[in-house]
Nanobody
């Protein structure tokens, strides 16, 4: 059974940092672009792309809203993707979902949209940023 399991969410004050992890099991994702979406409270079914990383980790993509504050990385040996979030703002409050695409390279349009067509999804981890 293929699973993506997010962890690391929690409550943090504005300006603080959190590091999310997405551990994959059931198959290797070392040849897949992977990344993160988020869903703000009260906006069910509205996923917003946060960022992505290509299969090797040599290329990344970020939404404008998180550029310069968030960093995505991966460890293919551990089948794990990370999202380092710094300088958090209350508007970053959301459930964060890990996703895997069928492509090895990042297709920005797929990560800038709502995530339709992603091959695999995790169940999400809640990040709450207090003001």
């Amino acid at each position: 059974q293929v699973q993506l399991v997010e962890s690391g969410g929690g409550l943090v004050q504005a300006g603080g940092s959190l590091r999310l992890s997405c551990a994959a099991s059931g198959r290797t994702f070392s040849r897949n672009a992977m990344g993160w979406f988020r869903q703000a409270p009260g906006k069910e079914r509205e996923f917003v792309g946060v960022g992505a990383i290509n299969w090797s980790g040599s290329n990344t993509y970020y939404a404008d809203s998180v550029k310069g504050r968030f960093t995505i990385s991966r460890d293919n040996a551990k089948n794990t993707v990370y999202l380092q979030m710094n300088s958090l703002k209350p508007e970053d409050t959301a459930v964060y979902y890990c996703a895997a695409d069928s492509t090895s390279a990042i297709v920005p349009s797929r990560w800038a949209a709502t995530g339709n067509g992603m091959d695999y999804w995790g169940k999400g981890t809640l990040v709450t940023v207090s003001s």
